[in-house]
């Protein structure tokens, strides 16, 4: 308690004529809160959200919240993305699929966009082609999924910085087929969060309506709480 106290996502301790300090159900009102909060958007955004209802700041705290809600809104759209981009890959037969290197102009060609397009999702982060001994791009096989991926949710209607974090996601997975087996926990998890964030707004308002005004300093009589 003293901890979270001394971190300020506690309100200020009363104390005995002896100097213990003392934790009434207010303490325990915030601690509920802050530990819902911790779940659903993380240690930091829980932290500040009770430093900001502390100095009585509760814009800076929905701000907070909002951020939170903002995050997992992207999240939710990049599952979506994924989903609909590795199901399109899956789709595709495996013969279809190359089984060497390309060009740059052979990749371009099999994806009808230009030469200037594959460069430019380079530079976005989204493709990352080797060179060959002369410094002309290559496109091994994972490279031309990649390019297929980008230029699938490129058509969707998605900005390249979102692509971008798609792709990496399919990466970092080993392709579309590892991907596509841990998508569902994915979104479980996604669900989680957002009952965490349900449960942690009933623990916040349950404490904001108990919360005395900005200004008042929070400390009820020693001998109504506990001793510390």
Not at 81 to 92: C, F, P, Q
Request: hydrophobic fraction near 45%; glycine fraction near 10%.
């Amino acid at each position: 308690m003293r901890n979270y106290e001394a971190a300020g996502v506690l309100p200020a301790a009363g104390r005995t004529a002896s100097g213990y300090r003392v934790y009434t159900e207010r303490h325990a009102g915030a601690l509920a809160a802050f530990l819902a909060l911790v779940p659903a958007y993380g240690y930091p955004a829980a932290r500040t959200v009770m430093w900001a209802v502390h100095r009585g700041d509760l814009d800076a705290a929905f701000q907070a919240i909002d951020a939170g809600h903002a995050q997992l809104t992207r999240d939710r759209q990049t599952l979506d993305a994924v989903e609909s981009a590795v199901g399109l890959l899956l789709d595709r037969p495996p013969a279809d699929r190359p089984d060497r290197p390309l060009p740059v102009g052979a990749v371009a060609h099999r994806l009808g966009v230009t030469a200037a397009a594959l460069r430019k999702w380079e530079r976005a982060g989204i493709l990352t082609p080797q060179r060959d001994r002369a410094g002309y791009r290559v496109y091994r096989v994972a490279d031309v999924r990649d390019a297929e991926l980008a230029h699938l949710l490129r058509r969707g209607g998605y900005p390249l910085a979102h692509i971008a974090t798609v792709v990496r996601h399919v990466q970092e997975a080993g392709g579309a087929e590892p991907l596509a087996a841990s998508l569902a926990d994915w979104r479980r998890r996604l669900t989680a969060r957002g009952r965490a964030m349900l449960t942690a707004a009933a623990r916040l308002d349950t404490y904001l309506a108990a919360e005395p005004p900005a200004g008042d300093p929070g400390a009820e009589k020693p001998g109504r709480g506990s001793a510390a």
